[in-house]
């Protein structure tokens, strides 16, 4: 392990000469670039502010004073390991959890440890994971223990400066094992004894403010959410009967005496719902349910024991804050009201309320963290992503509704070129997301701008099974994916076409994981409409699915296949691209990673074989290191300019 100083150092350079030497040029590798900045927060005490910052394609954590910005600490793991998600214990520890690069992938996954540091670099280590343990001789009880498990904090324990509450979850290759709570030293890595142990997997535990174990959700084999009460007195779980809560139950936190539950439930209800519950009774009261969305985030007391505010995406975010008496959601509502036009995250504040760290970004700017001082009432950029594009020449996201043929309303953004003449019809690129249980927002995307900088329309859809629009929505992907999903994106772009400005004859579709598979179904389904299609990182063979890659091998991934796609052969080769690709007419773009594990390269190996078979035209662009997506920025570069080149040469 390295502990660096000079990295803080770089920041206002940096970020001064990005604003300094602003090209004009836009072109697929500008918008390819790794992001410099990915989060900023500030201590405790609001001395000093950590950042993790984008060196050489490794994040590491630099820390700088919040005065002047000046460089104070920091940590680099080396060539072979990166800094994860991180917080502050108190005012001079943070804890880092640690992401590693494979030797045979591009993109590092995170190893479950933990590693504690103080904010001037110094006195860091390994507190929890397989390399944390103390060699040599000396008593078991004073040294700290190697643990073949993965972290997940579970509490900050706020009035315990040493310690923090973790749930240490098994290795397992399928995740079956449970997790057990512990207490964790973040100065000498001891691991308390066993708190409670885990009813289910996937345990999910919630503490209240002092570290008392309450409440658990976890998931059976069938997929099947199960939610438990802890009895302290027998030291054992009782189980919730399933008819008191909803598929979308999800306990967030407890108030400061533990009598009342903040939870997100949609018992009885299509969407899901933001309740105050007694949890002694059971008696809830509904805070906040909308009629078009599900709750989308929800902001945190600085000490975790209150909810004062939330966002909904209907189309543009919306911001709600319902208990306008305490001076966060008055800080709060100020902060969503000055940055008006813009998506806003608070990443953090300082104990007394005064500092606050910000992050806004909208649909033509990928952002910038703000620090905000209460008491002075003034706002200073900390720093900024992508100024090398100019934001003036980037193009706008407008949300749309239609409705599909059965009358199911989707939700959707288009995006035109902001570079050419409004009077010209331009192609159009129908961009669909992952998934299928994801969704679009209106937020930067890559590439958006990337195609709309070329002098393309996209358009993206919120088809069915997609998040957030509530249950029927969501299961309206079930046993559909390539039937009523695909018509929700063919009828889509078809809308768009209709509203004008869209050359109807250069159409194409693009997407990655579920996107790729519907930029290949939806060529079968709409030959006439797409005249060439982009498939990354796709599914293909959907009977596969069951045999290939990491989800059959994950504790409740045969029962959630079964579920979303059902167990009918016919059914399941009705709907996988393969089976019908002579019925294609436009060139496909195959692009994968070798390394795939949610959608094995085999299923483009499929593709490909149908391809040829039935004589089809395509290129391709494989990367033996990249896993589900392109992480590396170099190979990412390389392939927004295949997809450049391959859309120019069938669409223009």
């Known amino acids: ?180 709570l512990h207490k964790l030293n973040v100065n000498n890595g001891r691991l308390g004894g066993i708190i409670a142990g885990g009813p289910a997997a996937f345990t999910d535990f919630v503490t209240d403010k002092q570290g008392n174990v309450k409440l658990a959700v976890g998931f059976d084999n069938q997929n099947q959410k199960r939610a438990f009460r802890y009895l302290e007195e027998k030291n054992d779980w009782a189980e919730i009967p399933r008819e008191n809560f909803g598929r979308g139950y999800n306990p967030l936190v407890l108030d400061a005496k533990g009598e009342y539950l903040y939870l997100i439930d949609d018992k009885d209800h299509d969407k899901e719902g933001l309740y105050k519950m007694h949890l002694e009774s059971g008696e809830k009261q509904l805070i906040y349910r909308d009629e078009k969305v599900d709750i989308a985030n929800v902001e945190f007391s600085y000490d975790g024991t209150q909810i004062y505010a939330f966002r909904t995406d209907p189309d543009y975010p919306n911001y709600v804050v319902f208990d306008k008496s305490s001076d966060e959601a008055k800080v709060y509502e100020f902060l969503v009201n000055s940055f008006r036009g813009y998506r806003v995250t608070i990443t953090s504040s300082s104990a007394d309320g005064n500092l606050w760290t910000v992050y806004a970004h909208n649909d033509r700017s990928a952002g910038g963290f703000y620090l905000y001082d209460k008491k002075a009432n003034q706002f200073k950029l900390l720093f900024s992503n992508f100024t090398h594009v100019p934001q003036n020449k980037l193009s706008e996201s407008i949300p749309f509704a239609f409705n599909a043929s059965d009358g199911q ?209 395509y290129e391709t662009f494989i990367r033996g290191s990249e896993g589900h997506g392109f992480y590396d920025e170099k190979n990412r570069t390389e392939y927004f300019e295949k997809v450049a080149g391959f859309l120019a040469k069938h669409l223009k």
């Open 1 to 180: 392990m390295q502990y660096i100083k000079p990295l803080a150092a770089q920041i206002l350079c940096v970020t001064f000469v990005l604003f300094s030497s602003i090209s004009q040029a836009m072109s697929p590798a500008d918008f390819a670039k790794d992001y410099q900045y990915h989060d900023a927060q500030i201590s405790p005490d609001g001395k000093h502010i950590a950042l993790v910052i984008n060196d050489d394609g490794k994040r590491k954590l630099a820390v700088v004073k919040s005065s002047d910005f000046s460089s104070v600490g920091g940590a680099d793991f080396g060539k072979k390991q990166e800094v994860g998600d991180f917080f502050w214990v108190n005012n001079e520890r943070l804890v880092i959890g640690i992401n590693y690069y494979l030797p045979w992938q591009d993109q590092p996954v995170p190893t479950g440890e933990l590693f504690a540091i103080d904010y001037n670099g110094k006195r860091g280590e390994i507190i929890y994971g397989f390399r944390a343990g103390e060699q040599g001789l000396g008593n078991k009880m004073n040294k700290k223990e190697s643990t073949r498990g993965f972290a997940v904090v579970v509490n900050r324990l706020d009035d315990e400066e040493d310690y923090i509450q973790i749930a240490s979850f098994p290795w397992s290759r399928d995740g079956s094992r449970v997790p057990t």
């Open 409 to 617: 309303v989707i939700n959707g953004y288009v995006t035109y070129p902001a570079t050419i003449d409004p009077s010209i019809n331009v192609p159009l690129i129908t961009l669909v997301h992952g998934g299928p249980a994801a969704r679009d927002y209106w937020s930067f995307n890559r590439e958006v701008q990337m195609l709309a900088a070329q002098g393309y329309a996209v358009v993206r859809l919120n088809f069915r099974g997609s998040t957030g629009y509530g249950n029927q929505h969501l299961d309206g992907s079930i046993q559909q994916w390539g039937d009523r999903v695909q018509k929700d994106i063919i009828e889509g772009t078809k809308w768009v076409i209709q509203q004008g400005g869209i050359d109807q004859n250069k159409v194409c579709i693009m997407g990655a994981s579920f996107g790729g598979y519907s930029a290949a179904m939806s060529s079968a389904m709409a030959p006439n409409l797409f005249k060439c299609a982009v498939a990354n990182a796709g599914i293909y063979d959907l009977e596969m699915l069951f045999e290939e890659g990491d989800i059959p091998r994950i504790f409740t991934g045969i029962a959630f296949l079964e579920d979303e796609l059902g167990t009918d052969k016919e059914v399941l080769r009705s709907q996988s691209p393969v089976n019908f690709i002579e019925q294609v007419k436009g060139p496909f773009l195959i692009a994968h990673g070798e390394r795939d594990e949610r959608a094995p390269f085999v299923h483009a190996e499929k593709l490909m074989e149908a391809m040829d078979a039935n004589g089809k035209q």
